[in-house]
T-cell receptor, first 117, second 109 residues
Framework: GAGVSQSPSNKVTEKGKDVELRCDPI?????LYWYRQRLGQGLEFLIY????????KSGLPSDRFSAERTGESVSTLTIQRTQQEDSAVYLC???????????????FGAGSRLTVL | DAKTTQPNSMESNEEEPVHLPCNHS???????IHWYRQLPSQGPEYVIH???SNVNNRMASLAIAEDRKSSTLILHRATLRDAAVYYC??????????FGKGTHLIIQP
């Protein structure tokens, strides 16, 4: 697609429920990134995928958070047993990965706003 | 990734140039200097990046000090739409960008 697409754009859920957030990266982008941004706060890096593999999962806040990517395309971020502190905008980004990794540019989606009541 | 230091906020007038500074004294030889901005209620967007030489694109210019320990993002003619948080980030590898607090740019009409 033309850009990074995220769904749902807004999600309201009750504490204790599970939620799934979806990211469709730009076609051909091999790297995919998830970030979290709480209201009025900075961006918090969660996880990134190179292809379908996640080299570093240490940014995930707790074991209630998990992410997967299939077909080097769509990624899903799953939050189990949601808590009120999970309320935030979850942002996805993708990039091409060339030899000069530091030069690669990230393109962000519009985000999924999660509200846990 | 090495750390960057930016002013918390800056203010400028519409249609005037804006110079946003960034210090990165611990930059390594392979780190690229990236600038992103985040407009209110939107995801971050790429502005510009460079390694050693100054760079120009349709959005801005990036001036990099000769020792690479600092850089300046230049908006040649600010508009109200340029009001955003601007992030200066060093990137040496394929892992995720580490966003700091950035500079909140306020544009006065």
């Amino acid at each position: 697609g033309a850009g990074v697409s995220q769904s749902p754009s807004n999600k309201v859920t009750e504490k204790g429920k599970d939620v799934e957030l979806r990211c469709d990266p730009i076609s051909g982008h091999t790297a995919l990134y998830w970030y979290r941004q709480r209201l009025g706060q900075g961006l918090e890096f969660l996880i990134y995928f190179q292809g379908n593999s996640a080299p570093d999962k240490s940014g995930l806040p707790s074991d209630r958070f998990s992410a997967e990517r299939t077909g080097e395309s769509v990624s899903t971020l799953t939050i189990q047993r949601t808590q009120q502190e999970d309320s935030a905008v979850y942002l996805c980004a993708s990039s091409q990965q060339g030899v000069l990794s530091g030069a690669n540019v990230l393109t962000f989606g519009a985000g999924s706003r999660l509200t846990v009541l | 990734d090495a750390k960057t230091t930016q002013p918390n906020s800056m203010e400028s007038n519409e249609e005037e140039p804006v110079h946003l500074p960034c210090n990165h004294s611990t930059i390594s030889g392979t780190d690229y200097i990236h600038w992103y901005r985040q407009l209110p209620s939107q995801g971050p967007e790429y502005v510009i990046h460079g390694l050693t030489s100054n760079v120009n694109n349709r959005m801005a210019s990036l001036a990099i000090a000769e020792d690479r320990k600092s850089s300046t993002l230049i908006l040649h003619r600010a508009t109200l739409r340029d009001a955003a948080v601007y992030y200066c980030i060093l990137r040496g590898g394929a892992d995720g960008l580490t966003f700091g607090k950035g500079t909140h740019l306020i544009i006065q009409p």
